[in-house]
Every structure is written in C-alpha cells, then in structure tokens.
C-alpha cells in the first residue's frame, strides 16, 4: 500500500497570503496524483488532477506541482472560501490512498 | 448537471448489514467507474471500493474484502455497496463517487453527499 503523508496538520495563515501544502507518496506515483479541497459539513470537491491540472471551475489562484514522490499545493492569494481541509490522493496503485489532511485555517 | 446521490445508511448493530445505493445522473452513467469513499467522524478519507463502467472490474480495500460487495445496475443508473459483518469501526460518512475518465485514472470528480451509517449496539 502507499502510504500518502501531508504537512503540516494544520496551516494558520492570514488571507491574502500565500498557502504551501505538501504532500509525499512511500513510493513513486508518477503524476497520477489529486488534490481535493472539503469545507465543514460538505463533501470534498476535486482540486487538481494529474498534479498539476485544475478541475473544471478551479481559481487559478489553485496551483499544483511535482512528481513521484514529492508534491505541492499553493494557494497563491488566500480568500476566505479557502479555509478548509485539503486532501492529497494517488490513483497509481491499488488501494486507492489519501493523505490525512492538512487543515488551513485563519491565522 | 452531474450528480450522485446516495441513501440507505442507517443505525446498524454489529454484525448486522446494510446496503447502501447511489443513484447517478447528468452523464453517460454506463461509461464511467464508480466508487465508495468513507470518511469516519472527525476523521480523514478512506477508499472504500470501486467497479468499472461494465462491472467486469471490481476493487477493495483491505479492510473491507469479504464482507462488501459493490455492483451496478446501468440500466437503472445506480451503483450498490452491500455491507455485510458490520463492525464499529464501519462507522462513517459513505460517499459515492464518479470517476473522471472513464475507467483509466481513478480520482473522483463527483462527490455525493454522503449517507450515514453508524454501527453501534
């Protein structure tokens, strides 16, 4: 299994500031790599895909990056729609895993 | 509009079963994948099960192998997770999910809201 491993838990930032999320795969994935955003209450919603793609309706404010192991999520101008939990997933082998979250919250 | 909507959780005791359904709608129903993802409470996401847009293909999770079944009935659009040997730890937020391509690159570009279901004597 792939073990998917995001820092930090938790994010505090200031809106209007920059977010770094991270996140590492035990093994390589390729590119086949997604990020999911999920507000309290609601279900996640598809971020980027391919590491680097945004989904349909995605801000360009929404970044994605890396390959194999290692990769980022940058938020570049945070906006108070954007305080939520953020997932990473990786679809190169079965099972299917996700990371444990980072929270980003108001700093 | 694509959607997925799930039902059938309930309070279950141990043990016990339980099926839940996910009706989709908004896209070709028959040619995407469809997934279950579980999330317990307060807690992060788990990929539960998964079966491909003609159910030749289906795939667990560890955790559930043997006890779960999924399938899909394309003619009525819907996808089905039967849940058998209930456990405590079964207890979570179910969502159903569409594929985004096809049946090649599972990552989920649909989300339910999610049915509950909670195992609990």
């Known amino acids: 299994e792939i073990v998917m491993t995001q820092s930090p838990a938790t994010l505090s930032v200031s809106p209007g500031e920059r977010a770094t999320l991270s996140c590492r795969a035990s093994?390589?994935?390729?590119?086949?790599f997604a990020w999911y955003l999920q507000k309290p209450g609601q279900a996640p919603r598809l971020l980027i895909y391919?590491?680097?793609t945004r989904a349909t309706g995605i801000p360009a404010r929404f970044s994605g990056s890396g390959s194999g192991t290692e990769f980022t999520l940058t938020i570049s101008s945070l906006q108070s729609e954007d305080f939520a939990v953020y997932y990473c997933?990786?679809?190169?082998?079965?099972?299917?895993?996700f990371g444990g979250g980072t929270k980003v919250e108001i700093k | 509009e694509v959607q997925v909507v799930e039902s059938g959780g309930d309070l279950e005791q141990p043990g016990g079963s339980l099926r839940l359904s996910c009706a989709g709608s908004?896209?070709?129903?028959?040619?995407?994948?469809m997934a279950w993802v579980r999330q317990a409470p307060g807690r992060g996401l788990e990929w539960v099960s998964g079966?491909?847009?003609?159910?030749?293909?289906?795939y667990y999770a560890d955790s559930v192998k043997g006890r779960f079944t999924i399938s899909r009935d394309n003619s009525q659009n819907m996808v089905y997770l039967q849940m058998h040997s209930l456990r405590a730890e079964d207890t979570a937020v179910y969502y159903c999910?569409?594929?985004?391509?096809?049946?090649?690159?599972?990552?989920?570009?649909?989300w339910g809201r999610g049915t509950l279901v909670s195992v609990s004597s």
């Open positions: 999910v569409k594929i985004a391509i096809g049946e090649s690159y599972w990552y989920f570009d649909a």
């Open positions: 908004g896209f070709s129903f028959s040619t995407y994948a």
């Open positions: 079966i491909g847009y003609s159910a030749g293909r289906t």
């Open positions: 093994q390589s994935v390729s590119s086949n």
């Open positions: 391919g590491a680097s």
């Open positions: 997933q990786q679809y190169y082998n079965w099972p299917l895993t």
